[in-house]
């Protein structure tokens, strides 16, 4: 495994290296929270079109976002059934 220390901006953005990203057909990261560890791996277009969509803003609420704390009271409404 190759590692390599990067910095992020003040805005939590980092930088992958050139080599790295060089290795993939893609500018797409899926990122991931692992108990401690951040695991970045390339978008696969091929598994993305296996999950389902939940919630379409532009389909579901005319264009219009909903807070964390909706979704999660509507989750808890459906699982309480």
């Known amino acids: 495994?190759?590692?390599?220390?990067?910095?992020?901006?003040?805005?939590?953005?980092?930088?992958?290296?050139?080599?790295?990203?060089g290795h993939f057909d893609?500018?797409?990261y899926i990122v991931e929270m692992h108990n401690d560890k951040l695991v970045i791996m390339p978008f696969n277009l091929e598994l993305a079109s296996q999950?389902?969509?939940?919630?379409d803003a532009d389909r579901d609420n005319?264009?219009?976002?909903?807070?964390?704390?909706?979704?999660i009271k509507t989750l808890k409404s459906i699982d309480n059934g």
């Open 1 to 21: 495994m190759t590692s390599k220390v990067v910095k992020s901006t003040v805005r939590g953005q980092i930088t992958l290296p050139k080599q790295w990203r």
């Open 26 to 28: 893609t500018d797409s």
């Open 51 to 55: 999950e389902e969509v939940l919630f």
């Open 62 to 71: 005319d264009g219009k976002g909903i807070s964390p704390d909706d979704i």
